[in-house]
Each structure stands twice: as structure tokens, then as C-alpha cells.
């Protein structure tokens, strides 16, 4: 079968129970027990649903995992997974990392004796130098945000297992559909449902997908303990959203790869960051571990002014925090996703005042790139 078949088909999308089409709502909280020497599936919610464990089924097909549970959030996802590690251990993550996970790390992890350091991934090198012997974890996060930078997965994977160090990877940009961060020998993929799976922005969620038995063991004691469950009708909104995820992507990357090639050649565009663009500085790394460039591209303007004419004349995108809706979106990094970061500490990890990111919806490429084209003609 092929991906858009196994979406609708390939996992238990009918109620077992009941032979619901679509799995129900099992809003309950708690399971009447018939018997209380017998042990029974569900008891409660916190620590099994049929509607969440559908989800988690759906999931592991779609990561093509052993394992998968999904999250309250993709940073409940990624912070539990984090918590793998133990006082006295040290991670090594990009320096471009996603900004929660940027603050979970050096602001909370930091307080439990576990040591960070943050490298320029880009430079394998850097990785070698900063490996220590107390080092059990490498964190990979590519495309970054928002200079959609690239690591080379498979390279830091091989580094990582020479010395017995656990890999993670958010693959929140991609998505499996795109990147199987699984198949290129991490241990431990994470993704936000938020984005492009749900795909409607009207969810929060996050999932870990993983082939390691023992990982996902702890990983559900974890869980049940931090109590970072997702909602029933999360999971219920999640299962609806996945279905259509193969078709919403696919437009999704054609509108990416169609407006980075226009504002590519535009003369008010000063720099295109899109990994699905042959100059884009590591092109051939990207395309030999994902099979898109993803829906997701930033570019610079001139000026911050030039940002503000933008932003105020664009028709079509809503201008928000978030990625991976079915309607176009447009972030400004410097006030949004690193606002926390100071003046200089964005300059130097490359995000100016005239940055701006995208991430593709599915409308129509043409009225996309028409609404681009008029917003441009602004300046
Ligand atoms: C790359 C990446 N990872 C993780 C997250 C966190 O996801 P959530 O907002 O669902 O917690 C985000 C959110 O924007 C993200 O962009």
C-alpha cells in the first residue's frame, strides 16, 4: 500500500467495539472494572485510552516504529524524552534548536546536574570535539528553524553510535512522510502534532516514535508520572487530521518549492532559504535523507521596513507563531520564535531584522504567488 492508502487504511481506524468509522470519543476518565482481581486493557485514562491508543497506533505507522506515544504538547514530547537522562550526563544539541527546547534544556535541565552544550551541527567536526566522556545524548534538529539549515543525519547517527551515545531527532519540519529519522539509525524521533499532522492548527500535540523497547518503556513511566497525556479530543482531532496529511503535504511542498523559486529570482528579495532549492548551500545532503524540500522556507527583505510594507500588504497568510496549517503562515522570527534570544545572539545564529519565514498552506500556488508578488511590488 502506498502512504496515502495506509493513512486511511493501514492501522485500527474502525471502533473495535462498535464498528464506528470513525474511532469515538472515549471521553471518560475511568473504566468500570468487572472484576477487581482481573486485570482489564483500560482502567484510566491517564494511563490508557481507546481514542489516545488509536492515535499512538496510527502513529507508529506512520513513523514506520515499533513504538510510538503521543504527547500534550511537542514540547511535552521532547521534554520527557529528555528526561532519559540523569545527573552527571551531558547532551550536546544544535545551537539553532528549536527555542523551547533551547530553554528546556539550559534553563531546567541544567538545574538536575546535566551539562549542555550547544554546537554549529553543520560542522561534523564540531560534533566529534564536543563529545565528552559523560556524553549520552545527541539532539538533532534538521531543517533548523528558521534558516532551514541542514545536518547530515546519518553522519551524526554513525559519530553518536562509534561512542555509544543515544540519538533524538525533531523531525517536527519534515514529518515522516518526508524524513524517517528512524531509518537513518536514530533512537528516538519527536515531532508536534501541532504542525503538519494535525495540520489544522487546532490542536496541540507532540508524539515520540522509537524501535527501542526498553526506550519506550521508560519513556511510558515518564508519562504516566508527568502526567503529559494527550486530551481525548486532541486525539480525536489528530486521527481526523492525519488522514489527509499525504494530500495536504503534497500541496503544501508544491507551494513551498513554487513561491522559493519566485522570490528567488526577485529583486527585492535579498536571500532564499529553502532546502528544496539547488543552491541551497547542503541541497545534496538534504535530498539524500528527505524526499522533499518540505513546506517550510524563510527569506530576507532589505530592510525592516520593508518587512512591515510585507507583512501589512500580504492578503493570504495569517501572520502568526506556528507552521504546518492547511492556510499559509507568516512568522517574524525576531519578534516570535527568538524573541528570547538577545539582538547579538540572533545575529550571530543568522536571523536579521528582515527575516521572515513561511510555511505553505494549501491554497492555490497561483493565488499565493500572485498575493506574493503584489506584496513585493509594495516596495
Ligand atoms: C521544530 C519544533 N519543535 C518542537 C516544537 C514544539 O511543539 P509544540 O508547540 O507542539 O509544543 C515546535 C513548535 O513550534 C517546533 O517548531
Redesign the pocket.
Known amino acids: 500500500m502506498n502512504i496515502n492508502t495506509r493513512l486511511l487504511h493501514d492501522y485500527p481506524v474502525v471502533d473495535p467495539h462498535t464498528g464506528a468509522a470513525s474511532i469515538p470519543k472515549y471521553q471518560t476518565s475511568t473504566f468500570n472494572q468487572e472484576c477487581v482481581f482481573d486485570g482489564q486493557e483500560y482502567t484510566y485514562t491517564r494511563f490508557k485510552n481507546p481514542t489516545v491508543h488509536a492515535l499512538d497506533e496510527g502513529l507508529k505507522m506512520l513513523a514506520d516504529a515499533k513504538y510510538a506515544l503521543s504527547f500534550a504538547?511537542?514540547?511535552?514530547a521532547?521534554s520527557t524524552s529528555l528526561m532519559l537522562l540523569e545527573k552527571g550526563d551531558h547532551i550536546i544539541l544544535p545551537i539553532e534548536v528549536?527555542g523551547?527546547?533551547y530553554q528546556f534544556t539550559c534553563q531546567i535541565l541544567t538545574h538536575y546536574g546535566i551539562e549542555v552544550s550547544y554546537i554549529d551541527m553543520a560542522d561534523l567536526q564540531n560534533v566529534e570535539r564536543a563529545i565528552k566522556d559523560n556524553t549520552r545524548m545527541i539532539y538533532i534538529?534538521t531543517p533548523s528553524?528558521p534558516l532551514l539549515k541542514i545536518t547530515d543525519i546519518k553522519c551524526v547517527v554513525n559519530i553518536a553510535q562509534h561512542h555509544d551515545i543515544l540519538t533524538i531527532a525533531?523531525n517536527?519540519?519534515m514529518t515522516t512522510l518526508y524524513q524517517n529519522p528512524l531509518h537513518l539509525g536514530v533512537d528516538i524521533s519527536v515531532e508536534?502534532?501541532?504542525?503538519f499532522i494535525n495540520g489544522h492548527s487546532d490542536v496541540?500535540?507532540?508524539f515520540i516514535a522509537t524501535n527501542n523497547e526498553d526506550i519506550y518503556n521508560r519513556l511510558c513511566l515518564l508519562q504516566k508520572n508527568f502526567g503529559g497525556i494527550l486530551g481525548v479530543e486532541e486525539a480525536w482531532l489528530v486521527l481526523r487530521g492525519m488522514k489527509t496529511m499525504g494530500i495536504r503535504m503534497e500541496r503544501s511542498v508544491k507551494n513551498a518549492q513554487a513561491i522559493a523559486e519566485f522570490l528567488d529570482c526577485h529583486p527585492n528579495v535579498q536571500k532564499v532559504y529553502y532546502p528544496g532549492l539547488v543552491s541551497h548551500r547542503d541541497f545534496e545532503i538534504h535530498q539524500g535523507q528527505a524526499s522533499s524540500g518540505g513546506a517550510v522556507l524563510s527569506f530576507e527583505l532589505k530592510s525592516k521596513k520593508a518587512v512591515d510594507k510585507v507583512t501589512k500588504a500580504l492578503q493570504i497568510p495569517i501572520i502568526a507563531?506556528?507552521?504546518g496549517g492547511v492556510e499559509s503562515i507568516v512568522s517574524y522570527p525576531c519578534t516570535m520564535?527568538h524573541a528570547c534570544l538577545s539582538p547579538e545572539e540572533r545575529l550571530s545564529q543568522g536571523v536579521t531584522d528582515n527575516l521572515l519565514r513561511l510555511s505553505c498552506g494549501i491554497e492555490d500556488t497561483e493565488d499565493l504567488l500572485q498575493d506574493f508578488d503584489q506584496a513585493l511590488r509594495q516596495l
Open positions: 504538547s511537542g514540547m511535552a521532547i528549536y523551547g527546547t534538529e528553524n525533531d517536527t519540519f508536534s502534532l501541532t504542525k496541540t500535540g507532540g507563531v506556528s507552521l520564535s
